[in-house]
């Protein structure tokens, strides 16, 4: 099995690289995302994440680089999974905390708002990700309808959209990874540690640089279990 694990942030996947010994590979490429692999009992698991932005030296994320970059790897490799990882804002009233697992049963964006017929549902995307019936009873985590958008600050409205659609993890790059799957025909499987509450009244930059190592280290923990599940090992 070849899976890929793609990260936004450095900081999200330094855990796991760490963790599990994986060593950086190079490919020529003119986007800046870092690629890493490792062999694991034969089967072939390879490691990305978005990268520096050359001028603003911050973590690339969003939808931009994130569709680009799983554009590249997916037509350069050929993987069975792409698993994306990673930090997500969360919704109390619909039971989120801090440091949660969340799975996706569906995949939305939130701000391609296009009301011209059958241009509304190509916005909003819908995306179907890796069916979490194989995972159920296997693996302790929670699930429901993923976000996506350009943005880590919320708009008013998008709290209506948020609470129409029962949406439980808010992020950035999600919808966008699902949409090139989608393309090439494989499965997209999210996996987001909440690092932030949405309708809890902090500031969400402060709340989130607060808990993106507590949520990080969930992180690596599920993704070892997960990864286990794969790849056939005892946990
Ligand atoms: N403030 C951070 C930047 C985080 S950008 C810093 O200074 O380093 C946010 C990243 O975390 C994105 O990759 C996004 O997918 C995720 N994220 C976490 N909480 C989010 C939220 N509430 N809304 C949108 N994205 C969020």
Known sequence: MK??????????????????????ENLSTPLPYSLFKKNILGNIVYLSSLGIDPRFKVNSVGTVPAALTT???LDKKNFDLVINPGTAGGFQRRGGEIGD????????????EIPMGPY???????????????LRGKLKFKEGVFST?????CRDHEIDFFNINS??????????????????????????????IVDGG????????????????????????LLNHFLGQES
């Open 3 to 24: 899976i890929l694990l793609i990260f936004a942030m450095e900081e999200e996947a330094k855990k796991t690289v760490e963790h599990f010994g994986f060593e950086q």
């Open 101 to 112: 697992i969340y799975l996706p049963t569906k995949v939305l964006f939130h701000h391609r």
């Open 149 to 153: 958008s350009d943005s880590l600050t």
């Open 202 to 225: 902090r500031v969400t930059a402060e709340e989130f640089m607060e808990n993106l190592d507590t949520a990080s280290k969930n992180l690596q923990e599920f993704l070892e279990k």
């Open 120 to 134: 509304e549902p190509y916005g909003l995307g819908t995306y179907t990700p890796y069916d979490l019936s194989l």
């Open 167 to 196: 949406v439980v993890v808010k992020e950035m790059e999600a919808a966008a990874i699902s949409y090139v799957c989608e393309q090439f025909n494989k499965p997209y499987l999210g996996v987001k540690s909440i690092t932030d």
């Open 71 to 73: 554009y590249d790897l």
